[in-house]
Each structure stands twice: as structure tokens, then as C-alpha cells.
């Protein structure tokens, strides 16, 4: 079944391209027309990209692993902040931290440096800190906050990255492309598809459009999600199964190694009373 449907992306406006003169000739696969100077999205094609980015969000989801949202657009940032937070996932909607991924040990020194700030917060030794050091530590810690809050639980390097208007995020898509990141990410007209893994040729201005087809990404990665818990509950229950099952077999080994000890002492007494009855006639 189809994420969306025509009539969901026509309603949103993500036909619309930009002008006529503001466009890229690599977009041209993804142009249905042009009308009033204006280049028309083919939506067939839309509506099969999102398909195909939705699966392969959902099994990078099912695996574990962390998908990067960037979107540092004006229409966007409350759009992806509201709906990836939902899935548990990292997201940027500030500046774009130059060096986030081709230097990500600085990165997470800064995310550290965050943490040791609320500590210290926490601690007796906040009260022994003049007003003036409090107040810087404090506002270090709110920018801190508003850069790299949203990156907190990203220990180690995305599996992809989600880029609305990879124009605008060009620094981002070109530090994926040189770790080999994948990169899935709305396209408009006037960008270049090129160093996109996968594209979903769409209106990225337009907040329904990008409110549309973040939350088909952020559903699949809820379906992902889903599914990896009821895999990892199957795994418990089994092993558990396993761990009562050799809980058992240990168990009926232990009496029948008890039941065979008292045969063999059986024998034994058997073995004694022949004797005894031996030496008695013999006597």
C-alpha cells in the first residue's frame, strides 16, 4: 500500500516547482510541465519515491541504527522538530554545525561539555560559583542547547541522513557523500539530484508539502521501530524457552543420575547380603 496518494500530494502543493528560470536541467526527469513560467513535479514519480525512501527508512529503523533530519528552513524547523521527536530519532534545525559528521569526536566533545555543565548544575559546587560565572555558564549552556540539544543521544556517526532542501543544506549533503553516508532528502526544481541516494522530487518551500512527506518517513520509521521491539520480544521469550528448557533437561539428568546411584547401592546391598549368607553356611 502507498504512503500517499495523488490527491494527498496535489491538496499539499508538492507539484509545485520553482520558476522556469531558476530551475536545474538534472531535475528534468522530475518535471511533468510548465505552466505560467512555472515547472510542474510529476507526481507519479513523487508518489513511487516516497515508496521507496519510506522501505528503506524503515529497515535502517528496524536495525537499530539512527537516521539524522536536517532542516534549518524557516517553514520547516517546527514541522521536523514536532514530528521526528515523536520517533525518537536525532534532528537538526538550527545552523548546520560545519564539521557535524567529517568531525564528529569534536562534536561530541561539545555534547559532553553540555553534560558536564548540567552536573555541575546538579552539585554543591554551583552555589560556590559567583553570580557572573553562573550566568555565563548558563548561557553557554543554553547555546549549547539550541546547536546540539537535538543531537544528545547520537553517540555514534547516522546510518542516513533526511535533508529538506539539500540547496540549503549543501555543507550536509557533501560531508555524507564523503563518508558515504546515504542521503534521502526532498528535492525541488531549482536543486541538483546528483549525490542523492534517494530522491523525493517535491515542493520543499511549501510546509504542507514538507509536513506530508516528513511524517510518511517518520510513520515508516514508527513501523520500523515497532517491528524490531516484537522481534527482540520473540528473542527474549525464546531464549527464555531455552534457558527453562536446559533448566529442565538439567533437572531430569540430576534424578536420573540419582535414580542410577540408588540402583547401583541397591545392587550393592544385594551384593552384601549374598556375602553374609555365604560365610554364614560356611560357618
Given at each position: 500500500?502507498?504512503?500517499?496518494?495523488?490527491?494527498?500530494?496535489?491538496?499539499a502543493?508538492?507539484?509545485?516547482?520553482?520558476l522556469?528560470?531558476?530551475?536545474?536541467p538534472?531535475?528534468?526527469?522530475y518535471?511533468?510541465?510548465?505552466?505560467?513560467?512555472?515547472?510542474?513535479?510529476?507526481?507519479?514519480?513523487?508518489?513511487?519515491k516516497?515508496?521507496?525512501?519510506?522501505?528503506?527508512?524503515?529497515q535502517?529503523?528496524?536495525?537499530?541504527?539512527?537516521?539524522?533530519?536536517?532542516?534549518?528552513?524557516?517553514?520547516?524547523?517546527?514541522?521536523?522538530?514536532?514530528?521526528?521527536?515523536?520517533?525518537?530519532?536525532?534532528?537538526?534545525?538550527?545552523?548546520?554545525?560545519?564539521?557535524?559528521?567529517?568531525?564528529?569526536?569534536?562534536?561530541?566533545?561539545?555534547?559532553?561539555?553540555?553534560?558536564?555543565?548540567?552536573?555541575?548544575?546538579?552539585d554543591?559546587?554551583?552555589?560556590?560559583?559567583?553570580?557572573?560565572?553562573?550566568?555565563q555558564?548558563?548561557?553557554?549552556?543554553?547555546?549549547?542547547?539550541?546547536?546540539?540539544?537535538?543531537?544528545?543521544?547520537?553517540?555514534?556517526?547516522?546510518?542516513?541522513?533526511?535533508?529538506?532542501d539539500?540547496?540549503?543544506?549543501?555543507?550536509?549533503?557533501?560531508?555524507?557523500?564523503?563518508?558515504?553516508?546515504?542521503?534521502?532528502?526532498?528535492?525541488?526544481?531549482?536543486s541538483?539530484?546528483?549525490?542523492?541516494?534517494?530522491?523525493?522530487?517535491?515542493?520543499?518551500?511549501?510546509?504542507?508539502?514538507i509536513?506530508l512527506?516528513?511524517?510518511?518517513?517518520?510513520?515508516a520509521?514508527?513501523?520500523?521501530?515497532?517491528?524490531?521491539?516484537?522481534?527482540?520480544?520473540?528473542?527474549?521469550?525464546?531464549?527464555?524457552?531455552?534457558?527453562?528448557?536446559?533448566?529442565?533437561?538439567?533437572?531430569?539428568?540430576?534424578?536420573?543420575?540419582a535414580?542410577?546411584?540408588?540402583?547401583?547401592?541397591?545392587?550393592?546391598?544385594?551384593?552384601?547380603?549374598?556375602?553374609?549368607?555365604?560365610?554364614?553356611?560356611?560357618?
Amino acid at each position: 500500500m502507498s504512503r500517499t496518494n495523488f490527491e494527498e500530494l496535489l491538496e499539499a502543493g508538492v507539484h509545485f516547482g520553482h520558476l522556469k528560470r531558476k530551475w536545474n536541467p538534472s531535475m528534468a526527469p522530475y518535471i511533468f510541465m510548465e505552466r505560467n513560467g512555472i515547472h510542474i513535479i510529476d507526481l507519479q514519480k513523487t508518489v513511487v519515491k516516497i515508496d521507496e525512501a519510506a522501505a528503506a527508512l524503515k529497515q535502517i529503523a528496524k536495525s537499530g541504527r539512527k537516521i539524522l533530519f536536517v532542516a534549518t528552513k524557516k517553514q520547516a524547523k517546527q514541522i521536523v522538530s514536532d514530528l521526528v521527536s515523536q520517533v525518537n530519532m536525532p534532528y537538526v534545525t538550527e545552523r548546520w554545525p560545519g564539521g557535524m559528521l567529517t568531525n564528529f569526536p569534536t562534536i561530541r566533545k561539545a555534547v559532553k561539555k553540555m553534560a558536564s555543565i548540567d552536573k555541575l548544575m546538579r552539585d554543591g559546587s554551583w552555589e560556590s560559583l559567583s553570580k557572573r560565572e553562573r550566568l555565563q555558564i548558563t548561557r553557554q549552556r543554553a547555546k549549547l542547547e539550541k546547536v546540539l540539544g537535538s543531537i544528545a543521544d547520537l553517540t555514534r556517526l547516522p546510518a542516513a541522513l533526511f535533508i529538506v532542501d539539500v540547496l540549503k543544506e549543501k555543507i550536509a549533503v557533501r560531508e555524507a557523500e564523503r563518508l558515504g553516508i546515504p542521503v534521502f532528502a526532498m528535492v525541488d526544481t531549482n536543486s541538483s539530484p546528483e549525490g542523492i541516494d534517494f530522491v523525493i522530487p517535491a515542493n520543499d518551500d511549501a510546509s504542507q508539502s514538507i509536513d506530508l512527506i516528513v511524517k510518511s518517513m517518520c510513520d515508516a520509521i514508527k513501523e520500523g521501530l515497532s517491528e524490531r521491539k516484537v522481534e527482540r520480544e520473540k528473542e527474549a521469550s525464546e531464549n527464555e524457552g531455552k534457558k527453562k528448557s536446559k533448566k529442565d533437561d538439567e533437572s531430569k539428568a540430576v534424578a536420573a543420575r540419582a535414580e542410577e546411584d540408588d540402583e547401583e547401592e541397591e545392587v550393592e546391598d544385594e551384593d552384601a547380603e549374598v556375602e553374609d549368607k555365604e560365610e554364614a553356611s560356611e560357618e
